[in-house]
């Protein structure tokens, strides 16, 4: 077996096992956890296909960040295993069913004439000084420009909603404001006061 | 020499023997000044403080930190009842195994580096973002209240500070056109100053003098040192995610931290104070100005811990979030109408 034949199956075979564990581990961080290994692992896929921008740049966006928050944001949760396998069987029907259906279109996709093995030969080995870096960036910023400018204007949009629903003023609501603070001067916190000494 | 030795002892094999033997050749070293790191911190605190620090153990107290090492590899490790093992044994691993990881792409001098590739600004970032997982595991999978607390300040800076440290890179990029960390360095090879013996004058930090400061004092908030190490913080969480971590285990967060202040020197000489590069034209380029750099920077670092009380937590959020990031995107722009105006100096 070619090396990198014998990657891409070790890679999938972690790949496939740490996503089986995202939804059957008990514990919701293990679930996290395995989850961040997937994402490790894909990105190691996208990389023998000499993909190494897209690979690191999954690495650094969804390990190194959203699943950081994810993480976060689960480890303070109190989450009770048991009330949530509760319904299971009663939901296993409907499961079965969409499962059947992702499987029914998976398959629809994977063996019509766009996808074979035929319709998508392997890509012609890179020329040596060829940087799909250079490249991804010169097709977003003059083929794609206008799709790329609208996804950060969405995103930005995004960030201000979430921004502008969370940071609303109430009554209660105490907020520091630093530029007093460090205006602020000695006299203005501490009055020293001159006593004569008091006698039992 | 060595490269035809190899390439005749192990034919097809031999890149991944060199690889390899690149590997041993960083680590090794790197484990050696990390060493004397600690040694070197605690000297400079001390006479900082008007003490003598360390000078016990041989001569001017030189072997310290091995006697250091000796004592910790022989203790227990304590693994606590209601702990979380397997984890709990991952999380100091996970954050050794970042630190080192990321020294694959840094280049020593011109050519000596283990991995030359593309896009190695991004798989350093990818790498360094990855060593905060080593610190939340080890928090949660300790089973303690003030190493939770640990976790989760340092999850909030770490996440907040990448970002102004990416913003501060995208600037390096604009002006290297490279992701290649090598390239970045030949880039502030060129220039008005360099071409007339003042290379000095041409590295990054001097046109990008803003985002050094940034990319600096993120790196120091990045690696949890003082003033920014609250996520240890002795005095109110007793030392965050390591609390319950003894021998072994302990050492390895310990190596960590200091190979990842090493990491983060390193790369700001690399980015912004030419790397290998000499700094006058008469002088010729080499490994012991990217070391004497290097030095510097942590040098800085540890001034920094002798001098600045610590940052109380909503400031080190408000400078990162409205300081700094603000600071970087109206940076970008200047220099991206720096770049178009006629007035560019990176041709």
Known sequence: MEPKTAIFYVLSAILVAASLRVITAKNPVHAVLFLVLGFFSAGGLWLTLQAEFLAIVLVVVYVGAVMVLFLFVVMMLHIDVERLREGFWSNLPVAIGVGLLMVFEMALVLTGRYFGADALPEPAAAAAGYSNTKEIGRVLFSDYVYPFELASVVLLVAIVAAVALTKRPGKDKKEQNVRKQTAVRSDERLRIVAMPSEKE | ?347
């Not at chain 2, 990008?208 to 400061?213: R, S």
């Not at chain 2, 190979?259 to 020197?265: D, F, S, W, Y």
């Not at chain 2, 790369?267 to 034209?281: A, E, Y």
């Not at chain 2, 510097?296 to 009380?309: E, G, H, I, Q």
């Open chain 2, 1 to 347: 020499m060595l490269h035809q030795t190899v390439q005749s002892m192990f034919g097809p094999g031999a890149p991944l023997v060199w690889a390899l033997l690149g590997i041993v050749g960083i680590i090794l070293p790197l484990l050696l000044c990390v060493a004397y790191l600690t040694f070197w911190e605690r000297k400079v605190l001390g006479w900082m403080q008007v003490r003598i620090g360390p000078n016990r153990v041989g001569p001017w107290g030189l072997l310290q930190p091995i006697a250091d090492g000796l004592k910790l590899v022989f203790k227990e490790i304590i693994v606590p009842a209601k702990a979380n093992s397997g984890l709990y044994i991952i999380g100091p691993a996970m954050a050794f195994a970042t630190a080192l990881a990321a020294w694959a792409v840094v280049p020593f001098a011109d050519g000596y580096v283990v991995a030359d590739i593309d896009a190695g600004v991004l798989y350093l970032l990818a790498m360094t973002s990855m060593g905060i997982y080593g610190v939340i595991i080890s928090g949660w999978a300790s089973n303690s209240k003030y190493a939770f607390f640990g976790a989760m300040r340092s999850a909030a800076q770490m996440v907040s500070y990448e970002i102004a440290m990416g913003l501060a890179l995208i600037c390096v990029l604009m002006v290297s056109a490279s992701l290649n960390i090598s390239e970045i360095v030949h880039g502030q090879a060129r220039g008005y100053f360099a071409a007339h013996g003042a290379g000095i004058l041409s590295w990054n930090w001097l046109p990008l003098l803003p985002m050094f400061v940034v990319y600096l004092i993120s790196g120091l908030a990045e690696t949890n040192r003082a003033p920014f190490d609250v996520v240890e913080g002795e005095s109110e969480i007793v030392a965050g995610h390591m609390v319950e971590y003894s021998g072994m285990a302990y050492a390895l967060f310990f190596l960590a931290e200091y190979a990842n202040m090493i990491l983060v020197a390193t790369m700001t000489s690399i980015f912004f104070l030419g790397g290998w590069l000499s700094p006058v034209g008469f002088l010729p380029d080499g490994f012991p100005w990217l070391a004497g750099k290097a030095c510097f920077v942590v040098f800085l670092f540890l001034w920094f811990r002798a001098t600045f009380p610590r940052y109380r937590y909503d400031q080190i959020m408000r400078l990162g979030w409205k300081v700094f990031v603000p600071l970087c995107l109206v940076w970008m722009l200047v220099v991206g109408v720096w770049m178009m105006s006629p007035a560019n100096i990176w041709k």
